[in-house]
């Protein structure tokens, strides 16, 4: 039973914008905090955005900062990754996932147990 679900990747051109859903279910639900991860063809996987479901608070990778924005509807049910000025570089397979313990919003991989499959996300050179 997938318990992180993912939505809203697509197409978008050089300087568009995209917004990501994250549907949160299950035991995820008691998450500590949501991050959204990216992984494009032939590179590691890197953190971009996370956000704490007890304050809100957040955190992004340089790369992202300025350009988009993560946020939780007021159920905390879904979490959103508003995208904005995309690059092609922007460019890969998005992932979100729950961390249930922590003391901060993390970027670390290690720090999230549950994940979701993923929504690929294109911008052309």
């Known amino acids: 039973q997938s318990q992180l679900v993912e939505s809203g990747g697509g197409l978008v051109q050089p300087g568009g914008s995209l917004r990501l859903s994250c549907a949160v279910s299950g035991d995820a639900l008691d998450y500590y905090a949501i991050g959204w991860f990216r992984q494009a063809p032939g590179k590691e996987r890197e953190g971009v955005a996370s956000?704490?479901?007890?304050?809100?608070?957040?955190d992004y990778a340089d790369s992202v900062k300025g350009r988009f924005t993560v946020s939780r509807d007021s159920a905390g049910n879904t979490v959103y990754l508003q995208m904005k000025s995309l690059k092609p570089e922007d460019a890969a397979v998005y992932c979100c996932a729950a961390a249930l313990t922590g003391w901060f919003p993390s970027l670390r991989e290690r720090d999230y147990i549950y994940w979701g499959q993923g929504t690929q996300v294109t911008v052309p050179s």
């Open positions: 956000i704490i479901g007890g304050d809100d608070s957040t």
